[in-house]
């Protein structure tokens, strides 16, 4: 009985963690190719601390947007340190909303806004650069996993050295679908 029982808990654990692999996007594959990206115009505020937690920051960026006006299609985080060299408690990033480079509109809402930003908020032009850029699927928690090794072997592949931080632009495509542009630039 206790080994049909165990049979059973195994089967059913198996069952969960291959859906939870699917659900993430674990299966699906990801190309790294070389382009140009930007210039992006970024709303955001500083975070420092691990990475994992930056949503809440984020979040408090797109509820500013949308309440004056701006659509906040398109969110961001900014990784400016490596994790493995540094402290996870000393990490920083940026995050917030990239006003739509597609949306006319958007800028000149902004306009109106640049000097009215909420204590803490900043704003800045990333700059147009070639970058190494990846477009995944999955959830952008298990990215690190499954986005940063193939960027780091495409660069090493094609003789690339990086500058600058991370990028990653997030953007929800429908309610349970979202999409993660990861932005590695260039020498």
Known sequence: MVKHTLFAVTIGLVIFF???????????????????RGPYTLVFKDYTGPYHKIVSTIEEVEKWARE?????????GEYLDNPATVEEGRLRAKGG???????ENEDKV????????????KTEIYPETKAAVA???????????????K????IKEQNLSRKGSVLEIYEVLEKNSMQTVYIWPLN
């Open 18 to 36: 291959l859906y939870l692999m699917q659900y993430t996007g674990a299966f699906k594959s990801v190309a790294v190719v070389q382009d140009q």
């Open 68 to 76: 004056n006006g701006l659509k906040c299609r398109l969110s961001f």
């Open 97 to 103: 909303c990239l006003i739509d480079p597609k949306d």
């Open 110 to 121: 902004f306009a109106g806004l640049k000097d009215k930003l909420p204590e803490g908020f």
């Open 135 to 149: 477009l995944f699927t999955g959830a952008p928690g298990i990215g690190p996993l499954k986005v940063y090794p």
């Open 151 to 154: 960027a780091d072997e495409f």
